[in-house]
């Protein structure tokens, strides 16, 4: 089956989703990837790209960061709002409704991130476009759907293979004149799906950080 993976997608994507209903619970978790580099780096700006329903956004803000979180879909990003409403937060979250195929923040941050979102456009131009918005110094964390026959989604779907990366695909993006890369893997976490399966996630994800 093809997706389109436009605005009207993502929009009915969401519209359907349990995490968007008012009795979603609020702690809704930020993924184990994102859990682990909030440990570890000193709170700056980031940007969460796709944020949907903000749980990673809203780790970092917890922790003291101020992030700006970036989708498509306004369903997802009121979601995200009511959520952080009964939160409350060390740092700052922001919302913003913008297409990232096309949108330009007109500055840097210390950490982008970008937790499977896949976009209307080739998802390694994607990656491509978000690196250049990490500052000097700044952090890189993608994670992304590996190129997998057991991919799923948290859904619990399998997803579309132009959605679906290697870790080696993402890796060759990063000029190393430009970039160090910290780990670059395949990675597996266990999530239960919204009809109670429990679901094994085969995830590329890749850490690096900005020389220059
Ligand atoms: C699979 S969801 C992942 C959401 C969240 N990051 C997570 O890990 O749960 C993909 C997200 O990317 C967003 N997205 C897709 N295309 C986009 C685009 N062109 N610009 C901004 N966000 C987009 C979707 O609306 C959706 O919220």
């Not at 990673?56 to 409403?85: F, K």
């Not at 923040?105 to 499977?116: A, E, H, I, K, S």
């Not at 132009?162 to 004149?177: G, K, Q, R, S, W």
Request: proline share 7%.
């Amino acid at each position: 089956m093809t997706h389109s993976f436009d605005k009207d997608y993502w929009e009915q994507h969401w519209d359907e989703a349990p995490e968007t209903a008012p009795s979603a619970p609020a702690e809704n978790r930020a993924n184990p990837y994102v859990q682990r580099i909030a440990r570890r780096l000193s709170p700056g700006t980031a940007l969460d790209a796709g944020c949907g329903t903000g749980a990673e956004a809203r780790e970092l803000a917890a922790r003291g960061w101020n992030v700006l979180g970036a989708d498509i879909s306004s369903t997802a990003l009121a979601a995200a709002a009511a959520q952080t409403s009964e939160q409350d937060l060390a740092g700052t979250v922001t919302w913003r409704e913008a297409d990232l195929a096309s949108w330009e923040p007109g500055r840097r941050f210390d950490l982008v991130m970008t937790n499977y979102a896949h976009p209307a456009m080739p998802q390694l131009e994607f990656y491509r476009r978000i690196m250049n918005w990490v500052a000097p110094g700044g952090t890189l964390l993608i994670v992304g759907h590996a190129h997998d026959p057991e991919a799923r989604t948290a859904h619990g779907h399998q997803p579309p293979a132009e959605a679906t990366v290697t870790a080696a695909d993402v890796a060759a993006l990063l000029d190393p004149a430009e970039w160090t890369i910290l780990s670059a893997d395949t990675q597996s976490r266990t999530v239960t799906a919204p009809d109670g399966r429990t679901v094994t996630l085969p995830d590329v994800v890749v850490l690096a950080t900005r020389r220059s």
